[in-house]
């Protein structure tokens, strides 16, 4: 999808000088993808206490297999 937006210089400066990334497009896309997994993430944890756990699960039985 293309689209034009107005970045704040100093902050893409910022970002490009802490980032591997050489270009605009790329620093943006990769943003883009940590924005999701964070959201996706922080989703996960209003889940805690509302779901119920086997106690006799013993995930290090399960590694030995």
Same mark, same amino acid.
């Given at each position: 999808?293309?689209?034009?937006?107005?970045?704040?210089?100093?902050?893409?400066?910022?970002?490009?000088? %802490?980032?591997?990334? #050489?270009? *605009?497009?790329?620093?943006?896309? @990769?943003?883009?993808?940590?924005?999701?997994? =964070? $959201?996706?993430?922080?989703? %996960?944890?209003?889940? #805690?206490? *509302?779901?119920?756990?086997?106690? @006799?699960?013993?995930?290090?039985?399960?590694? =030995? $297999?």
């Amino acid at each position: 999808m293309r689209t034009n937006i107005v970045i704040d210089d100093q902050l893409m400066e910022e970002a490009l000088k %802490l980032s591997r990334y #050489k270009t *605009k497009k790329e620093l943006i896309h @990769k943003a883009l993808e940590e924005f999701i997994l =964070n $959201r996706k993430r922080r989703d %996960l944890r209003e889940l #805690k206490g *509302k779901v119920n756990f086997d106690e @006799k699960y013993n995930y290090k039985e399960l590694r =030995n $297999r």
